[in-house]
């Protein structure tokens, strides 16, 4: 998820801002790496993020799917959210499927080459992470205070919150962010996840939270698959040593629900992927591109649609 590569970027500058790299036996950082040198030719890194729902017997489907263009000259972060429904040709595949399905496919490779085939984007590294994994880093950090908009309660998926301003321990963090009972389903899901996104990144840089990143920086490391590097991540971490939520910008991939063969999908909107995506490349902002604050309408996932921030 989008929210734990903000944890890790944030616990690695942290830790280099003490001197001090986590490192796992062979695999520390190269001697005389310097900052910026790994991916000097880089200026935006896409990196997929996924969160996993395993069940038993089940391989597991990409519950969340989150790219982030991770800006290494301008210091930002620009989140495009895809929704799991959305509808697509799986590599290889004839008949059209959801996008989550790549999961049970092919793992977290398979999605990030259906992705970037959707997106029109080279997709090498990704970052992945399981609802348990999830749970304890919320409570590592020692919960996230948020303000519940409704009442929130599915109770075959262990959901139960009641509205109001409330800290969330690890499961109903977790609740909080899969919880899909809304009007429009998995975009309005995808907006609260942006929400508390976005509270997660300001509480965790308060200064009373700076003695638990040796801990989280541990809980990191058994809770995330991911194939990027030790030193990629140190390299990261420096690069974004200090950012906040002011840099941080989520936006929802454009399309519009349908019903095909009886089954929901969201039907991407392509020539407005097109430019939103080559926005999100560049560094330009996507308002200027004539996307923008553009509210959802009509049941769609708006045009480019900047939200949660």
């Known amino acids: 998820m989008a929210i734990l590569i903000m944890l890790a970027l944030l616990a ?3 830790s280099l801002a003490g001197g001090r790299f986590f490192s796992r036996e062979g695999n520390a950082l190269p ?3 310097a900052p910026g040198e790994a991916m000097a030719a880089e200026k935006v890194l896409p990196v ?3 969160g996993v729902d395993h069940r038993p017997g089940d391989v597991g489907r990409a519950d969340t799917i989150i790219v982030a263009f991770l800006d290494l000259k301008d210091k930002e972060v620009r989140l495009l959210s895809v929704p799991r429904d959305t509808f697509v040709y799986l590599p290889g595949r004839s008949s059209g499927d959801k996008i989550n399905a790549s999961y049970a496919y092919g793992g977290p490779e398979e999605t990030a080459q259906a992705v970037g085939d959707l997106l029109g984007v080279d997709i090498v590294y990704y970052i992945e992470t399981n609802f348990k994994g999830f749970e304890k880093i919320i409570d590592t950090l020692g919960g996230v205070t948020i303000n519940v908009d409704q ?3 599915h109770p075959a998926e262990g959901i139960n919150l ?3 301003v409330q800290r969330l321990n690890g499961r109903d963090a977790l609740a909080y962010v899969r919880y899909r009972d809304y009007p429009m389903g998995d975009i309005d899901r995808i907006k609260h996840q942006q ?3 976005s509270a997660l990144a300001d509480q965790a840089l308060q200064v009373r939270n ?3 990143i040796p801990a989280l920086v541990s809980e990191l490391r058994g809770a995330v698959k991911t194939n990027l590097s030790t030193a990629h991540l140190i390299e990261l971490g420096n690069i974004f040593r200090g950012i906040d939520s002011s ?7 454009p399309g519009d629900p349908q019903y095909i063969k009886g089954i929901s999908y969201m039907i991407p909107r392509d020539e407005e992927i097109k430019s939103l995506v080559a926005a999100l490349k560049s560094g330009t902002s996507p308002q200027a591109e004539g996307q923008g604050d553009t509210a959802a309408a009509e049941g769609s996932s708006g045009t480019g649609s900047k939200t949660g921030q």
């Open 162 to 164: 009641h509205k109001g």
């Open 151 to 153: 009442r929130m309660y």
């Open 48 to 50: 997929l993020l996924l």
């Open 12 to 14: 690695l500058g942290y």
């Open 31 to 33: 001697p005389g790496l």
């Open 247 to 253: 840099r941080v910008e989520s936006y929802l991939l």
């Open 210 to 212: 700076i003695w638990k």
């Open 195 to 197: 929400v508390f996104l």
